[in-house]
């Protein structure tokens, strides 16, 4: 199996821009991913292929726990990447970004992304500050981008 990125790629930790602030998703953002996931559950429904039947209405906080932990041990094996979106106070978790391998050989990465049901306003501007991020820090040539709104693939 070849390797998702290379062994001596560094990703990102966190992205500032005017509208966002990307950190890792981990366990130091649970409470305020929790409250963004099930703020959307009927949206978010179906997102992920492999997990169709999530996010549960039902989901507990400690569930969330354990899933920003797998999200965190991928990171540090750097078999998938992902991102909680928050604004830029840091206050308010948005959404969240995944950046996996592609599921062939048309394309180096799916980035999946998502945004509350009440920050949606702000998706045209998420889609292109992802695009503009991945083309400037990470090592793809080809990626598919899917969120709750669209597919799309770009060559970076």
């Excluded at 049901?117 to 899917?146: G, K, M, Y």
Aim: hydrophobic share 40%; proline share 5%; glycine share 2%.
């Amino acid at each position: 199996m070849s390797l998702f990125v290379s062994t001596d790629f560094n990703p990102p930790e966190a992205l500032q821009t005017t509208a966002f602030y990307f950190t890792l998703l981990n366990e130091q953002v649970v409470e305020l991913d929790f409250t963004a996931v099930m703020s959307s559950v009927p949206q978010l429904k179906g997102i992920f292929a492999t997990k169709p039947d999530w996010p549960k209405a039902d989901m507990t906080l400690e569930e969330n726990r354990q899933s920003l932990a797998q999200h965190a041990a991928e990171f540090n094996e750097k078999k998938a990447f992902a991102y909680a979106i928050l604004n830029p106070k840091k206050t308010r978790c948005l959404g969240s970004v995944y950046i996996d391998p592609g599921v062939n050989n048309e394309f180096d990465s799916e980035i999946t992304f998502w945004l509350r049901n009440d920050s949606q306003e702000l998706n045209n501007t998420l889609r292109l500050c992802i695009l503009h991020w991945l083309a400037e820090h990470w090592p793809f040539d080809r990626v598919r981008l899917i969120s709750t709104k669209y597919q799309a693939s770009f060559s970076l």
